[in-house]
């Protein structure tokens, strides 16, 4: 079993939906990164948190950290939302990434 | 101001030869990391530095791959002799405060493939 899950693994759905994108993790953490990851292009940085909430845009990510759980939403999703959303832990003083849910958004 | 910067973009070598890549991380960040990501799977690291130190290479195959940061600026990835199974993405990344704390931003990578 992997340390880090991620669901679900693809995910299609429509311009304008709320989309929500799962990662759980089963290690001890002191902070969690969501990633975005476009085809053929580079990674970039969405949040990083360690408790709580937090949001930016038409993006929110929240952690439940006694669940280990954490949750990306995107609201009023958009064609150029399409890309691999990757979730990871640093625990132990270590990074360790899950293997990202494909996200495409059909106009 | 210029992100993190690598090259090459794309390489193609035989099996059994060395490649080496290059990254540059944005100024003044302090941490350096380079990752490995094959098809269909997040990013796997393979060594971090902190400055000119390497404070985490757990992961590095140290019997064909090495690191090198000297001055605790750019830093060079080196394969020696590649296998066919080292056809991946190679990505590195830096940050201002450290693993615990620092946003990672990352270079586009160098798509290696080794044929």
Known sequence: K?????????????????????????????????LQQHPGGGIVSLFMLSSGKKKHGRLIATINIQEKHSSLHITASHPRDSAVYICAVIGNEKLTFGTGTRLTIIP | ????????????IEKKQPVAFWCNPISGHNTLYWYRQN??????????????????????????????????VDSTLKI?????????VYLCASSSAGLEHGIQYFGAGTRLSVL
């Open chain 2, 39 to 72: 098809l269909g799977q997040g990013p796997e690291l393979l060594i971090r530095y902190e400055n000119e130190e390497a404070v985490d290479d757990s992961q590095l195959p140290k019997d064909r791959f090495s690191a090198e940061r000297l001055k605790g």
């Open chain 1, 2 to 34: 992997n340390e880090v899950e991620q669901s679900p693994q693809n995910l299609t759905a429509q311009e304008g939906e709320f989309i929500t994108i799962n990662c759980s993790y089963s290690v001890g953490i002191s902070a969690l990164h969501w």
């Open chain 2, 80 to 88: 020696q002799p590649a296998e066919l199974g080292d056809s991946a």
């Open chain 2, 1 to 12: 101001e210029a992100g993190v910067v690598q090259s090459p973009r794309y390489k193609i």
